[in-house]
């Protein structure tokens, strides 16, 4: 059986500890691969060698570590197929999605900042006649990044590229649920010539590798995706060691529907919004608010569609909802559609773990499911599923909308369906989210800021945010 391996100062090597985890083929339930359980001795090696390439790395030139990010996005484009399978494999998501979006995003993330390092500069105030200041812009040193798996490599480049790109050495943990494609990303890596040492993956579980990661006194910024509740605990310990941290947690994403909308493409989108990788996407619309005079046509064509989706194989290309991520995270998703039930939903479609027949019979299959008559104080309407499950319910006015909208602990991100320019403009401003999308969901710029409100997170990624992050400002202030 594959064993996956760490990468440390360049090098592919074994475990420590000797100890691996299993891992597990959502489609199928079944053990394909092997994970190293790294330990303090992983951690120790990992941070050394970052240690030692940071004097080098760091003053690289810009134009050097910009040439060589590109070459590494250049060869995972290259890989693009290949990644898309293995993420299908390992996530469950089908491999259409997993190139479109999966793949596509890896690749574009490194060549972004790539480029942003280039356009990077910094801030000058010049005090009239007396003095000038100007920030200096320096790289943190040893920075760890920590990635969920819902996303795997789109996430693990989002942060690693630009922590590389601002001159940091990075210590970086994949998910332990999704291990695959970071370990075939240390292997391009390698194969691209990155200097040892400037990067370093180690695999594990959370709470063993991870929590050393955070606890490390030489690791000096954290930058975290994952839930609300590992965020909290993360924060616990990175705040008394006064170290940068920033938190991209969970979401509980309203949708909101007017009845002046373009009916069809919204439609057609809130699906998308709903299911998009079986739901497990902390930007998913998870509660679906309907303007009450088209609350029911709305209703019927949104159940229609759903109902269409195809459910089966990831390696299918006809595939559009493949498996949830692991056993564990579908029961976890299916006791939630049992508490709906008892919160009194109405369940309008789905409701059950799906067969696939075939390689896939014992595949963590969860039908798209759609409740409706949930208030918003109930549990279902306020925790996060992070599944295929999403409720509806009607509206009367903006203001209702907005209360209903903004009623959760969450805010990461919501999106607005409406044709009337001044109440979408007025919404915006009073949605409490750190993204709002208007006639659109999960269209992306990167060089926008991203990250959420309240109980979604601290701080920003993305463009200039991500490279003002791993960098540590210094002003210098010369009196003329
Ligand atoms: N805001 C965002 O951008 C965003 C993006 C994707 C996912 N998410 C959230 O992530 C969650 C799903 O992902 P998940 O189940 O992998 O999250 P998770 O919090 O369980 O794990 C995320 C990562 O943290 C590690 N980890 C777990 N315990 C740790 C600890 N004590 N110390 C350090 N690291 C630890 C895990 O091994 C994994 O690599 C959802 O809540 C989702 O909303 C948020
Ligand atoms: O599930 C979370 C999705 C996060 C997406 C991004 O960070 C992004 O699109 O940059």
């Known amino acids: ?39 303090d001795q992983d951690l120790s090696r990992a941070v050394a060698a970052a240690k030692q390439a940071f004097p080098t790395w760091s003053s690289t030139s810009i134009e050097d570590r910009s040439r060589l990010l590109m070459k590494i996005a250049d060869a995972v484009e290259a890989a693009s197929d290949e990644l898309a399978k293995a993420e299908a494999i390992d996530n469950g998501k089908p491999v259409t999605f997993a190139k479109a979006v999966d793949s596509y995003r890896a690749s574009a993330n490194i060549r972004f900042f790539a480029n942003a390092c280039t356009q990077f500069a910094s801030e000058s105030h010049g005090m009239g006649n007396l003095a000038v200041n100007y920030t200096l812009r320096d790289p943190i040193g040893v920075v760890g990044t ?62 063993n590798i991870g929590q050393q990661i955070v606890e490390h006194q030489d690791i000096k910024a954290i930058s975290f995706t994952g839930g609300t509740a590992t965020g909290k605990k993360l924060a616990a310990t990175a705040a ?11 979401g509980k994403n309203p949708t909101l529907v007017f009845a002046d909308c373009d009916f069809d493409n919204t439609v057609k989108e809130v699906v998308r919004a709903a299911f998009s990788n079986q739901g497990q996407i902390c930007l998913c619309g998870s509660r679906i608010y309907i303007e009450r005079s088209i609350y029911d046509k709305f209703k019927q064509a949104f159940i229609k569609q759903v109902k269409q989706l195809t459910i089966g194989d990831p390696l299918e290309k006809t595939t559009q909802h493949g498996a949830l991520v692991s056993k564990p995270h579908m029961e976890k998703v299916l006791s939630y559609i049992e508490l709906a039930k008892q919160e009194g939903g109405k369940l309008l479609t789905g409701g059950n773990r799906f067969t696939v027949s075939g390689r896939c019979e014992q595949g963590f299959f969860v039908e798209p499911t759609v409740f409706e008559n949930l208030p918003l104080d109930c549990r279902t309407n306020q925790e996060e599923i992070f599944g295929p499950v999403c409720t509806l319910q009607p509206f009367d006015n903006d203001d209702e909308a907005l209360t209903l909208a903004n009623g959760t602990d969450y805010g990461l991100a919501t999106s607005v369906w409406t044709n009337d320019l001044k109440r979408a403009h ?30 979604s997170g601290v701080g920003r990624e993305g463009g200039f945010e991500a490279m003002k992050f791993f960098t540590e400002p210094k002003n210098v202030c010369v009196k003329y």
């Open 1 to 39: 059986m594959q064993r996956i391996e760490n990468y440390i100062n360049g090098e592919f090597c074994a475990p420590d500890s000797g100890e691996y985890l299993d891992n597990v083929e959502p489609a199928t339930g079944a053990v394909y691969s092997q994970i190293p359980e790294s330990n």
């Open 426 to 455: 007025r919404l915006s401003k009073q949605l409490h989210f750190g993204i709002v999308w208007i006639n659109s969901w999960l269209l992306r710029d990167l060089r926008t800021p991203f990250g959420g409100v309240k109980a």
């Open 240 to 250: 008394p060691m006064f170290k940068k941290l920033s938190l991209e947690l969970g």
């Open 146 to 207: 920590i990635s969920p798996w819902n996303f795997p490599l789109y996430l693990f480049t989002w942060k690693i590229a630009p922590a590389l790109a601002a001159g940091n050495t990075v210590v970086a943990k994949p998910s332990e649920v999704t291990p695959m494609t970071a370990y075939l990303f240390s292997k391009i890596c390698a194969d691209a010539g990155l200097p040892k040492g400037v990067l370093n993956i180690l695999h594990g579980s959370g709470g």
